[in-house]
């Protein structure tokens, strides 16, 4: 039992999972006082959905929110009675509550009483069906987009600028709106929504020993992340344990993950100072990395290597021989260039001061990961709750409190430099035996969930099983939740073309938070 459970009076039950994580049904009262009592704690919100529980029309919605604390995660429920539709509002203690309220409101049209920004999200009204998330989703000709109600800065000399929603080369689709004085940037609001998939719906239709397919490939940078959050949700759901050769795989392969995306991350940061070396240097260095997991795993990005039950790979002496030379590697390279990026002062005059987010502000806003380090929130799953293999590894939590780009970048390197010492060390322990159990399809009514600290910050994953052994619900949360709002502070007072580099220096995901 937590210190939440003793303040509230809450009974919560602790599920079958590697990590401290507890489910709990709550009243509305409970549900109200939950969050301040968490905000005092020093806890933080981790996610918050909805989902629809009604049997031939009877029953109600449900609100469920997931809080990080100390001694762990605790998922709280809320069931509506009857015919309600509303919910007591988080947003008022928890800023980034905000954004997942409306969403909320445009899958399933239960709303958080109290709360004034009404404004669509996800919903561009553009969908077949309203509220698809519903069990009975109305089907109808899509509606006529309608112009997006901006917050209008008005003032002698103020400006407009729209970017997007399309943009240049190949990123995916977000408008931005700008509103400046000269070059400076008085305020930013975000549109995402755009590349919206329906894969919360899509999960409804799939068998749980199916779906985790599903999940990786939610963001395809994050694919192993959203693999084990999944399974581990489906293994706690079924009372499985993946076998202990399996789960040092799956670290090996969530580090490397978080390689890839660090050395693709450094050459991009360093081209849009423009220093197109640094891209061509990194660029090869990728490159070389994927070329690798491809040979060793069967696909650049891993994908479908995190199965439930284990791996779906194993590997060989030669195979682990080759990952441990890669990393002697390229950290001999990556050593390198971070003393060009340290030196080059036309980079350093791009990156230090710019975007800069204050402690302070990251707290108050839950800025939460890579970039909640970089700006003295220290917080990495791998070092506060950590599970199998972790626990035997003794994660080196890599943090700083500039809260500019460049602490962004220091955090890159450190963070490169850590993973390449826990590959190393997870291809020298790596035990004997299975790579792979045989997991039975979960029972009617159960709930699971995962918790994985993925290389942009905590990935979630809920998963309730329904009457007939289907899927219910099953919520995919990405770290991108939290921060897009932040990004829209930290550009505030930096000149528009300093926009690139910090929306780059945080790289949040689009294809994971429009699912």
């Known amino acids: 039992m937590s210190a939440l459970d003793l303040d509230l009076g809450l009974s919560s039950t602790q599920l079958p999972a590697p990590l401290p994580i507890r489910h709990c049904s709550v009243t509305a009262d409970q549900w109200r006082a939950a ?11 981790v996610a918050l959905w909805g ?30 009675p009857p015919g309600a539709l509303t919910y007591p509002d988080l947003a008022a203690v928890f800023p980034g509550a905000a954004r997942m309220q409306r969403a909320t409101a445009d899958l399933l049209g239960i709303t958080a009483d109290a709360f004034d ?30 112009d997006y109600p901006f917050v209008r800065v008005e003032g002698d000399g103020v400006h407009e600028i729209p970017v997007g929603p399309v943009h240049a080369g190949i990123i995916e689709p977000g408008h931005f709106r700008f509103s400046v ?25 799939l068998p749980p020993l199916e779906a985790h397919r599903l999940a990786g490939r939610v963001s395809g940078d994050s694919t192993v992340g959203f693999a084990w959050a999944y399974c581990m949700a489906l293994e706690a759901a079924s009372v499985c344990a993946a076998p202990p050769r ?22 991009a940061l360093g081209n849009d100072a423009a220093f197109g070396f640094g891209l061509a240097q990194f660029s090869r260095l990728r490159e070389d990395w994927l070329r690798l997991a491809n040979e060793v795993f069967g696909h650049r990005l891993m994908m479908d290597c995190v199965v439930p039950g284990g791996s779906s790979v194993d590997l060989d002496e030669p195979a682990i021989g080759r990952l441990t030379r890669q990393c002697d590697a390229v950290e001999t390279e990556v050593r390198a260039l971070r003393a060009i990026y340290d030196e080059h002062a ?80 997870l291809c020298d322990g790596l035990p004997g035996g299975a790579v792979r159990a045989d ?16 290389w942009r910050g905590e990935i979630f994953v809920a998963l309730e099983i329904g009457a007939n052994g289907e899927i219910g619900r099953c919520h995919c949360h990405d770290p991108s939740w939290h921060n897009w709002p932040v990004l829209e502070h930290a550009v505030i007072g930096n000149i528009v073309p300093d926009f690139p580099l910090i929306n780059k220096s945080f790289n949040l995901s689009y294809s994971g938070h429009d699912l």
């Not at 609100?63 to 709280?76: E, F, I, K, Q, T």
């Not at 799956?250 to 390689?259: D, G, K, S």
């Open 181 to 205: 004085v000269g070059e400076k940037v008085l305020r930013l609001e975000q549109r995402l929504g755009y590349t919206h998939k329906g894969i919360e719906r899509r999960f409804t239709e």
């Open 35 to 45: 969050a301040p009592a968490v905000a005092r704690s020093g806890g933080r919100l």
């Open 246 to 267: 399996s789960r040092w795989l799956r670290a090996l392969m969530l580090e490397r993950e978080r390689v890839a995306n660090h050395l693709g991350d450094l050459g």
């Open 439 to 454: 997991v039975s399809a979960p029972a009617a009514g159960a709930i699971g969930a995962g918790w994985i600290e993925g």
């Open 51 to 80: 989902g629809d529980r009604r049997v031939n029309e009877a029953g109600g919605f449900a609100v469920s929110a997931a809080y990080a604390l100390h001694d762990g995660l605790v998922w709280l429920d809320l069931a509506l």
């Open 346 to 425: 036309g980079l350093q005059d791009r990156f230090i001061t710019t975007g800069r987010v204050t402690p302070e502000l990251a707290a108050t806003l839950g800025l939460t990961g890579l970039a909640g380090r970089a700006s003295g929130q220290r917080a990495d799953l791998r070092c506060d709750q950590p599970w199998s293999p972790y626990d035997q590894l003794e994660v080196g939590m890599a943090s700083h409190r500039n809260g500019d780009v460049a602490a962004r970048v220091t955090l890159r390197f450190d963070e490169t430099f850590e993973s390449l010492r826990l590959i190393r060390a």
């Open 117 to 146: 920004d009404h404004r669509p999200w996800l919903d561009h009204r553009v969908w077949t069906h309203a509220f698809p998330l519903r069990r009975t989703a109305a089907e109808g000709p899509p509606g006529l987009p309608r």
